[in-house]
C-alpha cells in the first residue's frame, strides 16, 4: 500500500515494487553485529564498497553518458531494432531509467548516512 499526500491509501502492483515505502530504521549495537574479526573486516569491506557505488550514482557524469545513450536509442531505433545487440542496449536503458526513477543515488548516500548514526 502506498499513502499519497492527502491521506489515500492506494495499492502499489508487485512489479512496481520500486516504488514502495522506506522501511523503519533498525539499530543494533556493533558488539552483537560482529561476533569475530573476520566478520568485522568482511563488513568493512562491503560498506567501503556500498560508499564508493554511493559516490558513484551521485556523479553528474554517469547520467550524461545514460543522456548520450538516450540520444543514440532515439536515432537509431527504427533502423536496428531487430538486431540483437539493439535489444540489449534497450534493455540497459530500460534498467537504468529505472535506477532513476528510484533515485538510486540519494537512496545509497541516506543509506551510507545512516548506517553508523545510531551507536547503542
Known amino acids: 500500500m502506498k499513502v499519497i499526500e492527502d491521506g489515500s491509501v492506494h495499492q502499489v502492483p508487485v512489479q512496481l515494487s520500486r516504488y514502495l515505502l522506506k522501511p523503519s530504521i533498525i539499530c543494533h549495537p556493533k558488539s552483537t553485529i560482529f561476533s569475530s574479526t573476520v566478520q568485522h573486516q568482511e563488513h568493512e569491506e ?16 554517469l547520467w550524461e553518458e545514460m543522456h548520450l545513450l538516450e540520444r543514440l536509442f532515439y536515432k537509431n531505433k527504427n533502423q536496428h531494432k531487430r538486431a540483437i545487440y539493439f535489444r540489449k542496449i534497450e534493455e ?10 528510484m533515485k538510486i543515488g ?15
Open 106 to 120: 540519494s537512496l545509497l548516500s541516506e543509506f551510507v548516512e545512516l548506517f553508523y548514526g545510531h551507536d547503542q
Open 46 to 61: 562491503n560498506f567501503s564498497q556500498l560508499s564508493s557505488f554511493a559516490l558513484y550514482f551521485q556523479r553528474d557524469e
Open 92 to 101: 540497459v536503458r530500460r534498467i537504468v531509467n529505472r535506477l532513476k526513477e
